[in-house]
């Protein structure tokens, strides 16, 4: 499985962008799909979450109701749309999958997000 971010970019506080994920294989309607974030010196931080189906979401406390995630499982594809950005979401985003019945996991190359204030 190969994941793929795009979407990322400079945008300034208060603005808007809309991440997409990728994804290669058959399966992606069985995983589990998340955006997590990291900025240089600290942990990996989980934003947001997305069941297999996409009933099911969870998200971080610092991006709820502003960040929505969603996925399309025909299309292979979860996109998380960020608006009123601040500068401290500035981080590498990261799409990661996860598939409960091979307990496999895989993670995308990232994608920079930067918001000035």
């Known amino acids: 499985v190969q994941l793929v971010e795009s979407g990322g970019g400079l945008v300034q506080a208060g603005g808007s962008l809309r991440l997409s994920c990728a994804a290669s294989?058959?399966?992606?309607?069985?995983?589990?799909m998340s955006w997590y974030r990291q900025v240089p010196g600290k942990q990996r931080e989980l934003v947001a979450s997305?069941?297999?189906?996409?009933?099911?979401?969870n998200y971080a406390d610092s991006v709820k109701g502003r960040f929505t995630i969603s996925r399309d499982n025909a299309k292979n594809t979860m996109v998380l749309q960020m608006n009123n950005l601040k500068p401290e979401d500035t981080a590498v985003y990261y799409c990661y999958a996860w598939y409960p019945s091979t307990t496999r996991t895989y993670w995308g190359q990232g994608t920079q997000v930067t918001v000035s204030s």
């Open positions: 294989g058959s399966t992606f309607r069985l995983n589990v």
């Open positions: 997305i069941s297999s189906s996409g009933g099911s979401l």
